[in-house]
């Protein structure tokens, strides 16, 4: 394992030289929402027996938990299957294929199950043309399919994103020719949120873009319209899904040769993986460091991990890299004010910069420190800090609070990095 890392003169320059680049291109993306679709229609590469899941891609055999119980309920869904035996041995036989979200430029919050029908949001980076997908927001129950649950609830409320949901704001991003996702974003920080575990204004903000099409809508009748906009009401969560899609189409851009700078961040029942920039595949350690606040009734004997790639936040200087905007998270995932803009201010000594559009307000509106450098990493020994939700081994919604990427990870693209670029 790399313990310290001394680079050449050579090597520093190269690095540095691929990391301004890769960070450019990240500062300079420019996320719009243009449609919704089915997967199996708009994901390159999609076919009808495929079920995406989060995470450094495995076998079938190795996912374990709350993702496994994910992936057969999503086979089960996709009616791939006609009951949970049929399911298990689809994947076993391969006959149902698992996939891994990220590589069909997808994030799946938690578990992140995709199956063809089920409607993405699709983002385009305009600055460099690539896109990023990810699909929606169940609703607030606490059992749903993304936290590895499957019933006639989740069933349900499943279709009814399918049949109801997902066609209205498709349509009113359609009549609006797409939404630009970066003002939003950067006018939620300023409003409270860091759009990770707290998108209250982010979603109140979309909600009042498509306004003006939803109008329109219920006067040509369209069907769904009401109950769409009252459920974006509803849900302060919706927008995590867009913020997912547009820093996936963000981070996607990054790729460099050369470049120290993670790209992605993600965990599944295994254990944490890091992508880097300017690497091939996924750099693997164990679970998360964690901390948080759970609610009622539940013991930290309950928590489980069962994936989830909603880091791709903090992946371009969002969610744990701005929570000095969210101080409220404190009273959701425990902690303290003084606690979080302790952290946010720590995560500037491990980023290649400041972003040029995510401000602080507290910080006299300080860029977000954004483009985590392996390296800085392991010289400062300051793990990455994210928010995210906490699930429980039973499924469902436990808690909420902060977790650290694994050393680990880190000390691995190290190894690669210098191997493949030391001189």
């Known amino acids: 394992m790399v313990t310290t890392i001394q680079k050449s003169t050579n090597e520093e320059s190269l690095a540095r030289l691929a990391n301004d680049e890769s ?45 496994r119980e994910a992936l057969i309920g999503g086979a089960l869904f996709e009616g791939l299957a006609a009951d949970r035996a049929g399911a298990i041995a689809g994947f076993e036989s391969g006959d149902i294929e698992v996939g891994g979200c990220q590589d069909y430029a997808a994030v799946g919050s938690l578990a ?104 329109d809508m219920v006067q040509e009748d369209f069907p769904g319209v009401r109950e769409t906009m009252l459920h974006l009401a509803e849900n302060d969560y919706f927008f995590l899904r867009l913020s997912m899609a547009a820093a996936k189409a963000s981070a996607d851009a990054m790729h460099v040769q050369g470049s120290s700078l993670v790209s992605a961040m993600a965990f599944s029942c295994r254990g944490f993986a890091i992508k880097v920039a300017g690497l091939d595949g996924w750099f693997e350690g164990p679970p998360p460091l964690h901390e948080g606040k759970l609610f009622a009734g539940h013991d930290e004997g309950e928590i489980t991990w069962m994936g989830g790639e909603s880091p791709i936040t903090e992946t371009i200087g969002l969610g744990g890299f701005a929570q000095a905007c969210a101080l409220s998270l404190q009273n959701y995932q425990g902690g303290s004010a003084a606690a979080m803009i302790d952290r946010n201010t720590e995560m500037y000594q491990i980023v290649h910069g400041e972003n040029g559009s995510y401000k602080i307000p507290l910080f006299d509106f300080r860029g977000t420190p954004t483009g985590i450098d392996i390296f800085k990493v392991l010289e400062t020994d300051i793990l990455p800090v994210m928010d995210v939700g906490l699930a429980g081994r039973d499924g469902g919604q436990i808690g909420a609070g902060v977790i650290r990427a694994p050393r680990e990870c880190f000390e691995l693209a190290a190894a690669a990095w210098m191997e493949r670029y030391g001189v």
């Open 112 to 215: 992140g199950i995709y199956t063809a029908s089920m409607p993405v949001f699709i983002v385009q980076n305009r600055a460099h043309g690539n896109l990023g997908f990810c699909n929606f927001y169940e609703g607030k129950e606490p059992r749903r399919l993304n936290y590895g649950c499957y019933d006639e609830g989740v069933h349900e409320r499943l279709l009814h994103v399918n049949t109801v949901l997902a066609p209205v704001v498709g349509e009113a991003i359609r009549r609006l020719g797409g939404i630009a996702l970066k003002p939003l974003i950067a006018k939620a920080l300023r409003m409270g949120d860091e759009v990770h575990s707290r998108n209250a204004a982010a979603s109140v903000l979309f909600s009042r873009e498509i306004l003006p099409s939803a109008l």
């Open 23 to 67: 960070f450019e291109r990240l500062d300079a993306a420019d996320p719009w929402v243009i449609d919704v679709k089915p997967a199996g229609e708009v994901i390159p590469g999609f076919h009808s027996r495929l079920v995406l899941t989060s995470g450094a891609p495995m076998p079938w055999s190795e996912y374990t938990g709350g993702q």
